[in-house]
Nanobody, 124 residues
Framework: QVQLVESGGGLVQPGGSLRLSCAAS????????MGWFRQPPGKKREFVAN????????HYADSVKGRFTISRDNAQNTMYLQMDSLKPEDTSIYYC?????????????????WGQGTQVTVSS
């Protein structure tokens, strides 16, 4: 059973940066695709970015393209989300997710494991 723990959230001013981490334990971390999702206040959970098991394929939501970068270090069992040029509308709880299959998907229902979430607040 894979367990995921996010960290790195916090309060940041507009235009600032944060780096989220997702540490995985248990299971076979390196064999599956992973992703980041977020749930803004009062809204449904939405896709942010995903990455294939080797890290060679990534996808981003249009709203974060060019500002966020997803990466993973399989040797450290950790996935990252570098968030730059943050905007107030990026305020959300951010969740990392992992799936047993290797190919990426945008649908949250395709992911098998989830972290507990970390709060990101962008405000002056």
């Amino acid at each position: 059973q894979v367990q995921l723990v996010e960290s790195g959230g916090g309060l940041v001013q507009p235009g600032g940066s944060l780096r989220l981490s997702c540490a995985a334990s248990g299971g076979t971390f390196t064999s599956g695709a992973m992703g980041w999702f977020r749930q803004p206040p009062g809204k449904k959970r939405e896709f942010v970015a995903n990455i294939s098991w080797r890290g060679g394929i990534t996808h981003y939501a249009d709203s974060v393209k060019g500002r966020f970068t997803i990466s993973r270090d399989n040797a450290q069992n950790t996935m990252y989300l570098q968030m730059d040029s943050l905007k107030p509308e990026d305020t959300s709880i951010y969740y990392c997710a992992a799936r047993r299959l290797s190919y990426t998907t945008l649908r949250d229902t395709d992911y098998d494991y989830w972290g507990q979430g970390t709060q990101v607040t962008v405000s002056s």
